[in-house]
C-alpha cells in the first residue's frame, strides 16, 4: 500500500500557484519523496523528486519540511493543462525498487 | 526528447486468447517496468525487468504472464490466456538506472470480451 496521504480533490484558479499537499510521517531515512502525474489516461509523466533539500526544476518545486513527514508539490502558474490527477510517491533510494501509486490528488485548473 | 512507445494502443481479444503487448524503452535505459491501470482504479506495478532477467514481481504477475526482451529494443509483456479482469491499461516504464526516475509510455488498453 501508499505510505502516502494526500486530498481527493483540489482546484486551483488559471495562472495562480498551486500548492500540493502530501503526508509522509513514517517515510524512513533513505526514502525519496517522488511526484508524478497523470493527465486523463495517459502514462504517469514524472515531475520531480527530492530527499530532504528542496528542489525545484522547469515543472515545478518541491518543498519538504525539516522533519521529513510532509512535502508540497508547488506548480508555480497553473495552466488547463496541468489538470490532472498528482501522485506523491516514497520510494527506497537505491536498488531497483517500483513505484506504489497511491489514488493522488484529483487537481482541478479552473479558468 | 526521447520517449517510451506502445504498440498496440487498443487491443481487443477474445477470453482465453494470447496476447502480446509491445513496448519500446528509451534506448539509453537499462531497467524496464510494466505497470497496469484497471479503470477506474489505481496504477499496480506488474513486474520489473534488468539484465535479461525479472528483478522483481508483484502477486499480480502470476504464470499467465510473462516478459521478454526479444532484442536490443523491444520489451514485451505476454498474457498466454486472458480473462476478462484483465481489461486494463497497460504501461510500460523504463529507467537510466534502478534508483532513476522512471519514464512511462502512452500505455496500451486491452479489452477482452
Known amino acids: 500500500d501508499a505510505k502516502t496521504t494526500q486530498p481527493p480533490s483540489m482546484d486551483c484558479a488559471e495562472g495562480r500557484a498551486a500548492n500540493l499537499p502530501c503526508n509522509h510521517s513514517?517515510?524512513?531515512?533513505?526514502?525519496?519523496v517522488y511526484w508524478y502525474r497523470q493527465i486523463h489516461s495517459q502514462g504517469p509523466q514524472y515531475i520531480i523528486h527530492?530527499?530532504?533539500n528542496n528542489e525545484t526544476n522547469e515543472m515545478a518545486s518541491l518543498i519538504i519540511t525539516e522533519d521529513r513527514k510532509s512535502s508540497t508539490l508547488i506548480l508555480p502558474h497553473a495552466t488547463l493543462r496541468d489538470t490532472a490527477v498528482y501522485y506523491c510517491?516514497?520510494?527506497?533510494?537505491?536498488?531497483?525498487?517500483?513505484?506504489?501509486f497511491g489514488k493522488g490528488t484529483r487537481l482541478s485548473v479552473i479558468a | 526528447e526521447p520517449e517510451v512507445t506502445q504498440t498496440p494502443s487498443h487491443q481487443v481479444t477474445q477470453m482465453g486468447q494470447e496476447v502480446i503487448l509491445r513496448c519500446v524503452p528509451i534506448?539509453?535505459?537499462?531497467?524496464f517496468y510494466w505497470y497496469r491501470q484497471i479503470l477506474g482504479q489505481k496504477v499496480e506495478f506488474l513486474v520489473s525487468?534488468?539484465?535479461?532477467?525479472?528483478?522483481?514481481k508483484s502477486e499480480i504477475f502470476d504464470d499467465q504472464f510473462s516478459v521478454e526482451r526479444p532484442d536490443g529494443s523491444n520489451f514485451t509483456l505476454k498474457i498466454r490466456s486472458t480473462k476478462l479482469e484483465d481489461s486494463a491499461m497497460y504501461f510500460c516504464?523504463?529507467?537510466?538506472?534502478?534508483?532513476?526516475?522512471?519514464?512511462f509510455g502512452p500505455g496500451t488498453r486491452l479489452t477482452v470480451t
Open positions: 516504464a523504463s529507467s537510466v538506472q534502478g534508483n532513476y526516475e522512471q519514464y
Open positions: 513514517t517515510i524512513s531515512g533513505n526514502e525519496y
Open positions: 527530492g530527499l530532504k
Open positions: 510517491i516514497v520510494r527506497v533510494a537505491g536498488g531497483n525498487t517500483p513505484l506504489v
Open positions: 534506448s539509453n535505459h537499462l531497467y
Open positions: 525487468f534488468y539484465n535479461n532477467e525479472i528483478s522483481e
